[in-house]
């Protein structure tokens, strides 16, 4: 994307971003509050299911003023968590979307549910009159609701009447400001959880038929507007997937149980996203490091693929969410084939085109970096960035780029430019027992600042003992790159060793299983490299770079080969 084409698109984000901003400010004023008043419902018609997994000690560590949410441990010393200032804003979010409830609900104790609703209680006293930020944010409101609604047994449990009614006054003003502001909402993970809330809401409290059926109708417009064809989310991320469903699976349950016919929309989406997940996950049950995944929590992805019926073989080819998977005799190869998504749901996104992330016998191999979730921002940008990833690099360029000013905090970080012309094509031979599965796919990342398109190829081969790889790089004009820095990079994964052996290197698993990469060509080198999705956080591994003028080898190939266990 050019820059004249690159700055009237910001522009327009940042107008946009302003007149929300102002409106949200005019909805927490006085002269707005009266929209959120009306009849509070008088009961509760059901508590729906969660599927998020609970830990028991949890609900102990928050009994005792520790609250160790997104990767952090909070001590209250006595003080009400809301009234502490925590300088993590996913820890912030963490404590006002109420997903912890689930913990205290596990717990199944009296204990548990005193403090259940002692907790909601104080944030109704804090928060409950004045709308504010962050706890009032839309994503994060919506967030809350839900989890009101699931874990409603635990924090009505030995309540009195006066707290009943506080809390369902609460609620459903929350559900009211949900319902206005949701329209002006830009597209997005968190404009569609809003309206899977107002149909939880629809489900859970007693409201008219009509508006059911308005929550149901747009809930099935916004599936449609977000979730792919192929299962896939529009912010191409599979984490997207994965939190989507945890949501969308229970509320296909709730219309079940509330005996409500649910959107053809909502059950299609689910039928498609389940077969997604299974498409993103490796070997060793991790969803593979792209757009924003980090750490996968795999009791999470077990229990959301319970409810996969159907449990057939991942499918190979995601055209519409822009990803190829190779798959046989144990071996899995996952590689981004898309071009970049929409700037105004690029938040999380990654210059990671063409990269690729390789297991086998339920380890990783080749990773990319992924993200440290809970970690310092400042590392946001390396993780994103191409270099980041198991991909050729040219001139130590990205081949996209990040809004990383923010202006002034309005966008976030955006991906502005990147991958627009992405084209792919599969080389399998055979689909049954094939002797190979294989794509080349090219983009033109580098093509606006270099003039130059990146295309590779991937095949395995010889029953999954085989991967092999060509990257070329090729001008728009003549077809002859220029000279110019290429650097190919394979990020080890930190559980297995990587060492020299000759001309070959071999990286080999704890287990045993291993692998051997060569290129006949030009000398691979190691080197020091960060692997951001640790469970730990971040640590340190190695990586196997290619480095070469692309004048002198417009066309490189090279070759990974199972070891023998």
Known sequence: MSAAVEAPELWGLVAKALWRKTRRRLRAGPGWRFRYAGRTPDRLLIAPPDLRVADPQIAQDIYYGRFPFAGKVVETSGRSP????????????ALQNFHWLR???AAQTELAAVNARALVGEWIGLHGKRISHPAWDAGITASRVISWLQHSSIVLQGADFAFYRQFLKALSVQVRYLRAVVAEMPMGEDRLRVRIALAFASLSLPVSAASLRTATRCLAEELDRQILPDGGHISRSPLAVLELLADLLPLRQTYANQSATPPQALLGAVDRMLPALRFFRHQDGSLARFNGMGVTVHDRVAAILRHDDA????????????????????TTVIADTGAAPAVDHSAQAHAGCLSFELSSSRRSFIVNAGVDTFGARDFRPLARATAAHSTAVFNDA????FNLAGMNGLLGTPLVAGPRAVRSRRLDEGRNGSTLQGFIA???????????????????????????????????QNGLPRSGHVAIRFHVHPDAELERDGDSLTIQGRDGEGWIFRCGEVRAEIEDSIFFAGLAGPARTKQIVLHYDAAEHPTLAWRFTRIAV
Do not use: C, N, T
């Open 82 to 93: 809301f009234h502490i200032k925590v300088a993590s804003p996913e820890w912030v979010e």
């Open 103 to 105: 913990h205290l609900r």
């Open 311 to 330: 449990g057939a073989a991942p499918l190979l080819h995601a055209p519409h969410s822009g990803y190829e998977r190779l798959s046989m005799g144990g």
């Open 398 to 401: 990205s081949s996209a780029r």
């Open 442 to 476: 090219s983009h033109d990342g580098y093509l606006q600042r270099f003039g130059l398109f990146h295309e590779r190829q991937l095949v395995l081969s010889d029953g999954g003992q085989m991967l092999e790889g060509i990257d070329r790089f090729h001008a728009a």
